[in-house]
C-alpha cells in the first residue's frame, strides 16, 4: 500500500510560484509513474503533469512553460514548481501514484491578488 502526502499549497499573487511537494510512503515509489492532478471548484479532476520512473514527463496544455514535475527517488518524493500562476490555477491538487492507483489528501492552492 502506497500513501502519499502532500504539502507546499497556499495563497499566492497572480505571477507568483510555489512549489508542491508529495512523499510517499513505501518501497514502490521508484517503479511508479507520478501524477499531479488538479480539482477546482465545480469542475471536473484533470491531470496537471506527470512523470514516468525513467523521467520521462507529460503536462497538461494550460501549463505547459509554466509548470515542471520532477522527482527524487532517493527521497521517495515527487514535486511541482509552478511559476506565472494564474487565478485559474486556483484548484486542490492532488499527487497519484499511477502504478498503484493511490491518492494523496490534496493541497489547497489559490492565486488571488
Known amino acids: 500500500q502506497v500513501q502519499l502526502v502532500e504539502s507546499g499549497g497556499g495563497l499566492v499573487q497572480p505571477g507568483g510560484s510555489l512549489r508542491l511537494s508529495c512523499a510517499a510512503s513505501?518501497?514502490?515509489?521508484?517503479?511508479?509513474?507520478m501524477g499531479w492532478y488538479r480539482q477546482a471548484p465545480g469542475k471536473q479532476r484533470i491531470l496537471v503533469a506527470s512523470i514516468t520512473r525513467y523521467g520521462s514527463t507529460n503536462y497538461g496544455d494550460s501549463v505547459k512553460g509554466r509548470f515542471t514535475i520532477s522527482r527524487d527517488n532517493a527521497k521517495n518524493t515527487v514535486y511541482l514548481e509552478m511559476n506565472s500562476l494564474k487565478p485559474e490555477d486556483t484548484a486542490v491538487y492532488y499527487c497519484?501514484?499511477?502504478?498503484?492507483?493511490?491518492w494523496g489528501q490534496g493541497t489547497q492552492v489559490t492565486v488571488s491578488s
Open positions: 513505501g518501497s514502490v515509489f521508484s517503479r511508479s509513474t
Open positions: 497519484r501514484a499511477e502504478t498503484f492507483d493511490a
